[in-house]
């Protein structure tokens, strides 16, 4: 099970938010307020979305997911924590309504708590009662100090009208610290247990609000993390593989570890498949801890780097790998990729080694042979916006509106030149024919040669092209899957799954 943040650890070294004010008369950000500059660096700085701060809450409330795990348990503990009934503990330690002798609200029930017997009887009970023991044992459980994220993930901006655009959560982060004030200022006694009650509601409002930000379709995580991937490569030496068959790849098991680290903690932490509890024995011998994110990422990194690991350890993530490759595939690539037999997906057979194993059967189709030659494996997690990755193909951008004229020029020759700068972040396709990697650049000129129907790209990472009615341009054509000539007409008349060829460097 998760382990809660150790929120004294964390605002250790981090400056608070101690004003509900976004601007200076100046028109600047506050200095101590939820878009300082001095708190989180200068807009446009990478700072800004990487620092976090933190407000003081003045009061201590229960965190969010424990929150839950006592609502489960016992609803009647919300009674005593909203301080509508007063509790006591029976000779049982069992929490029981007195109206009499009992206490009430959120500090009472802190102090009760370690004493209080909760009613187990089930696996899933047991689980969440260990689980809230041990986060109190942690100081974990209930928190006096709330993160704020950085102001790049809920930004503000001043619009063309000169009004400020302020993203919703920063509207949760203000009613949190107005609430500070007040609990700090109450004093102790009925008042501050009421403020305390209003603070943990709007504490579990904001914890809501997060994991609505972070999850579902166009979540946080899905946008910055789900678009990429670069961390679920591998590179790898390849020998036959006479047992596998002609639609399997053999990779080692640190390989393996690496492209499949999320669906393993998956397996691990979501599942029953594996004996979680004798791995947390382990984990407990090995390094101390408890079965959590942290320590089994700790173990995965140490697989990765061919560090020794205990053998129990080890084999039960081998085993969890196992169920986490079942069904899925990889795509293998051996560059240069100039047909489709070079870029195959592979179910996975994890074996011992350093090295990549392939059926015999595939070796032509990836022009490859076993003395030292390598091939790339991934895994690819994207969510592509088909509109913008297809947007700026070959087309004549002189008609497309995308571009202002910026100047007139005839040479010796008679040849006048129009040229024409982009109005806005343009960006043309290329491929590198050696190893098949298509990129994306940004156009700086583009220029229209009269009378000889000649026409101009210049880019700032690959040679300026030219193309004309008699000279004709080198392109990779993706459909046909090789590399041809063109007309300047033809590719301008169906520039679909044609790529410029990138200068050699």
Known sequence: MLKFLDLKDFTTDKTPITSTQFLTRDNEFHPEGLFSEEIFGFEGSKERRTTFSYIDLNCNVIHPS??????????????????????????????????????????????????IKFRGETDTREKYIKKLKQSFNDETLFINYIPVIPPDFRPAYEDENGQWIIDSLNDIYLSILRKSFQVGGSGKGELFDLLNYDMQNMINKH????????????????????????????????????????????LPFRMVVKLFEPFILHVILRTNKIDSDRLNNELNKHLGEELSVDSLQRVLNSIKNDDDVPKTIYDLIWEAGEIAIYNRAVIAKRDPVLHQESLRSFYVRIVDGNVI??????????????????????????????????????????????????????????????????????????????????????ITEYSVHKNVDLYKISNKNFETFWASSDHSMIIYDEIDKEIKKISPTELLNNPKGKYLIQKEN
């Open 66 to 115: 424990g929150y839950k795990l006592l609502k489960q348990l016992d609803r009647k503990i919300l009674t005593m924590l909203s301080t509508e009934k007063y509790f006591s503990l029976d000779s049982e330690n069992r929490l029981v309504e007195d109206e009499k002798n009992g206490v009430t609200g959120i500090e009472s029930f802190k102090n009760l708590f370690p004493k």
């Open 207 to 250: 914890d809501d609000f997060i994991r609505d930000k972070l999850g579902k379709k166009h979540g946080a995580i899905r946008n910055l993390t789900l678009g990429k991937r670069a961390d679920f490569t591998g590179r790898g030496v390849i020998t036959p593989g006479p047992d596998l068959k002609g639609n399997e790849v053999g």
């Open 357 to 442: 194993r392939i059926p015999t059967t595939v070796v032509g189709g990836f022009g490859a042979d076993f003395d030292g030659d390598s091939i790339k494996s991934n895994i690819f997690i994207f969510n592509i916006n088909e509109n913008n990755l297809l947007k700026y193909k070959l087309e004549d951008l002189k008609h497309s509106k995308l571009f202002k004229l910026n100047g007139t020029k005839e040479k010796n020759t008679g040849i006048i030149v129009e040229k024409y700068e982009p109005q806005e972040d343009l960006e043309i396709e290329s491929i590198n024919p050696k190893t098949g990697e298509i990129s994306y650049n940004k």
